[in-house]
């Protein structure tokens, strides 16, 4: 029913998307897998009109359509959830759903609305409530949200960015029976992805795109989940990165009875103590939004805690400005990475360097930098971290989301630091870039770092810690080893089921 | 760009200028042929013309000082309305201490160094207090500073309309006059006033310490993203402090070497905008030091020929005042319109 054409767009310097085809079938799910960066989101950004293509073009139903605006990509029946949420907070649901529709007139009558959403979310297992406010639902619920706004505009071709980024394991489920009863009511999705379980499970035929490229477009039933890896990463995957055993040290990273607010004064930490060695690895598992960010930048200092002490190598840093902190050795992955890790104007040299005020890793003169030195060491830094760039000069946000991963490590990395902060460090990151990052954390380890790593996904957290602990609703619920065997539980603890992890 | 907006408000004004010129009886090629001549007279006198660019120079000093000053603020986001009033209460403070309270110094050194001190302090002054307020109880500085420019304004009014106003000035409005010890002196025969070689210093010395000094690359940081300054363990409340003191310095340093190099008394309105102009200024200058004294020519050029248009072709003063608006609009829009691509779609092409 739709068919895309030879679709190729460049962005200055890239080739996102070259002459790309891709066919949807109604009432099929159909993946784009591949690594980011890979012309995914380019391409469906472009089927929904949030941008134009260079050239090909779009059928619908054998007829060319072109395509100007998300409005126009509506009117034509297709609707697209992006990766962020686009809600209005103070708003009820019904009122968001209608939203930017023309019905929605100067005095919203959202009685009928109600009723519709009510319809739709018992046609398809997607229950919420029409009129509770946007800011007071979950993750989860507000992706159903999104979705609800697309099927209420009766759209037969449902586009989801990477829909199970911000799911615990059984949210993913219902969203997955959801697609499925969509499919039987002959509703066409894309589902946008990079993880290999997934894909297996909900689609039907899956296209696979690298560096902007259709690889090719096979059938589930036809394919495997290596054979599918093979072609998103061009060779074969490291499937499993060795887990060293590190004789454990001191206590090198310490937290007691912390308490700390997010940006809108509400208790987003709530007494929480835990304790890290020099040489391991202690994962904190959660969704997002249940108090990592904020624990994370207190014990790094941005955020003054409202109570409790933070501790490094026994000396108590509860009020200790950041610069101090990074001369302790401390290191800060954060989870936002170009709202708060780079610059992104700034080139790579000076991101790399941006600390090096405090650390004088390069001895420099503050009222003359060290001009050469910086530039021989940021050479030498892209060299070690494979940074690819044009040049230690080129502007950081022109770098790849994995590259500009790799030039925060690199500066976080590099001066031997004796605790590491990670925030979701491979949030969002390809395949490869991933794999990078997991190695270079496990040679912190060996070399006696302590390390606290937040993360959401659960292959991360087997893969890398050497204690999980669960965090929800800002309080640390629970811990459990880090053993697949207890997936389910950790996946329940994460999302708040009361009494199903060992206290410890 | 910059070129195309120039040549579109010279056409504009064009425009203006030729009905300006129309005369009834002659026909509009004369007033054309008028008002080419008029552009040419605008553009020859201050740039082709050794003492009409002499008059470009004294003009385009205490533009760029302030806008030196600004810019110090705006690479850190920090939006600095106020060069205006710092200019201002730097020619208070410079007036101040020439006239009242070191009057009898004989040494011209001395006395410039004074003075300047004093100038760059009570600039300085003008520029902690938004500061202040911005950085503990997060108060806006743009609307800040824009009010004590007011402040600034009419506080030397008072004093020159009252307290200070020269019993032997003939009931005008004026201080009166620098004593000799407190006057800068001049180069190139005298033409020019010395604070151009300050400007030139000041632009090279700012020039480094962006280049290469811990300032310049944390207030990089800061200007381009403040999250990750705070992440880097940038002190922001002390950058925020420090730059507005230093822009509010420089603009009031600037206002003292006005004072004290060409107006050598303190009259209302003695700045046409300085302030603001230095505004533009400083983003056309794409806020880089050297580039900053750059345009400041080029506007100090543009006074200069609006006032070569007043006297011989008697074009009002709205009309150049119009005529400013014009450029600084066309500028701005250039730069606006300059970040979008425009291409064109055959009709029922959606």
Not at chain 1, 319 to 342: C, E, H, N, W, Y
Not at chain 2, 145 to 154: G, W
Request: proline share 4%.
């Amino acid at each position: 029913m739709l068919e895309m054409k030879d679709i190729a767009k460049s962005f200055p310097g890239v080739k996102a998307v070259d002459d790309v085809s891709f066919v949807l079938k109604s009432g099929e799910v159909h993946t784009l897998l591949g690594e980011n960066g890979a012309g995914k989101t380019t391409l469906m950004n472009i089927l929904f009109g949030i941008y134009r293509q260079d050239s090909g073009e779009i059928l619908i139903d054998g007829k060319h359509v072109k395509i100007s605006s998300p409005h126009n990509a509506i009117a034509h029946g297709i609707g697209m959830v992006q990766q962020h949420f686009t809600l209005v907070p103070s708003f009820t649901v019904a009122e968001n759903t209608v939203l930017g529709l023309r019905e929605l007139g100067v005095f919203p009558r959202t009685g009928r609305v109600e009723r519709r959403i009510r319809e739709l979310g018992d046609t398809y297992g997607l229950k919420v409530d029409p009129d509770a406010r946007a800011w007071t639902l979950s993750v989860g619920e507000k992706q159903r949200v999104e979705i609800l706004k697309i099927l209420y505009t009766g759209a037969k071709i449902l586009i989801l960015d990477e829909p199970t980024a911000v799911l615990v394991p059984h949210e993913t489920r219902a969203l997955f029976d959801a697609l499925r009863k969509m499919k039987e009511a002959d509703t066409s999705v894309v589902f946008i992805s990079h993880k290999l379980d997934e894909v297996m499970q909900i689609s039907d035929r899956i296209t696979v795109l690298r560096k902007g490229l259709a690889v090719d477009t096979v059938d589930k039933k036809a394919t495997t989940k290596a054979a599918l890896a093979k072609m998103m990463v061009g060779r074969d995957l490291l499937v499993d990165v060795p887990r060293t055993d590190v004789e454990t040290g001191s206590k090198i990273l310490e937290v007691k009875n912390l308490r700390v607010n997010d940006d809108r004064g509400l208790t987003a930490v709530n007494d929480i103590s835990f304790t890290v060695r020099a040489g391991e690895v202690l994962g904190i598992a959660g969704v997002e939004g249940n108090g990592q960010r904020e624990l994370a930048e207190c014990i790094y200092g941005m955020r003054k805690p409202l109570n409790g002490k933070v501790f490094i190598d026994g000396q108590d840093i509860t009020r200790t400005p950041v610069r101090k902190r990074v001369q302790l050795g401390l290191s800060f992955i954060p989870q936002d990475r170009k709202g708060m890790a780079i610059s992104p104007n700034l080139s790579v040299e000076e991101n790399l360097f941006a600390k090096n005020y405090a650390t004088q890793s390069v001895p420099s003169h503050p009222l003359l930098s060290n001009r050469t030195g910086v530039s021989t060491a940021s050479r030498k830094l892209v060299r070690d971290f494979s940074i690819v760039t044009p040049s230690e000069k080129t502007r950081a946000k022109y770098l790849s989301g994995g590259n500009i991963q790799k030039v925060v490590l690199a500066r976080e990395l590099s001066s031997s630091p004796k605790a590491v902060i990670a925030a979701q460090p491979t949030r969002g990151l390809d395949v490869g870039a991933m794999e990078f990052v997991y190695k270079t954390l496990l040679e912190q380890k060996k070399k006696g770092a302590a390390v606290l790593l937040l993360a959401g996904d659960l292959d991360e957290l087997f893969r890398l810690a050497d204690r999980v602990a669960v965090i929800y609703g800002g309080k640390l619920v629970g811990y459990a080893s880090p053993d697949s065997s207890n997936r389910e539980k950790i996946g329940l603890m994460m999302s708040g089921a009361s009494g199903a992890g060992d206290e410890a | 760009m910059p070129v195309l907006s120039i040549l579109f408000a010279l056409f504009v004004m064009g425009i203006f200028l030729t009905v300006f010129f129309m005369e009834p009886g002659r026909g509009i090629r004369f007033a054309l042929s008028r008002t080419l001549e008029a552009y040419g007279e605008m553009l020859s006198w201050p740039f082709g013309n050794l003492y009409g660019f002499y008059e470009t120079l004294n003009k385009m000093i205490p533009l760029a000082f302030v806008g030196l000053g600004l810019c110090i603020a705006y690479r850190m986001r920090i939006w600095n309305i106020g060069g205006e009033g710092q200019l201002y209460m730097g020619a208070f403070a410079a007036t101040w201490g020439a006239l009242f309270l070191f009057n009898d110094l004989q040494s011209p050194l001395l006395m410039a160094c004074l003075v300047i001190s004093m100038g760059a302090v009570f600039g300085a002054i003008w520029g902690l207090i938004p500061a202040v307020m911005k950085a503990f109880a997060k108060t806006d500085e743009i609307v800040v500073t824009l009010m004590l420019n007011y402040v600034a304004i009419f506080w030397v009014d008072y004093l020159v309309y009252g307290r200070w106003r020269d019993p032997a000035g003939f009931g005008f409005p004026l201080t009166a006059e620098y004593p000799a010890a407190a006057r800068l002196p001049r180069i190139f025969d005298g033409n020019v006033q010395i604070g151009l070689v300050f400007v030139v210093v000041l632009a090279v010395f700012l020039e480094y310490v962006y280049r290469r000094t811990s300032w310049g690359q944390k207030s990089a940081l800061i200007g381009d993203n403040i999250q990750a300054a705070i992440y880097a363990g940038v002190n922001i409340k002390l950058f925020t402090i420090l730059a507005l003191l230093a822009s509010g310095a420089i603009a009031g340093a600037g206002g003292a070497v006005q004072m004290m190099g060409a107006q050598h008394r303190l009259q209302p309105g003695f700045s046409p905008g300085y302030g603001y102009t230095a505004i533009i200024i400083a983003w056309l200058g794409k806020l880089n030091p050297i580039g900053v004294v750059v345009v400041a020519i080029l506007f100090g050029g543009l006074l200069v020929g609006n006032e070569q248009l007043q006297m011989f072709y008697r074009v009002p003063i709205a009309l150049v005042y119009v005529f400013q608006g014009l450029v600084l609009f066309s500028l701005l829009g250039g730069e606006a319109i300059s970040r979008y691509r425009i291409r064109f779609h055959k009709r029922g092409d959606e």
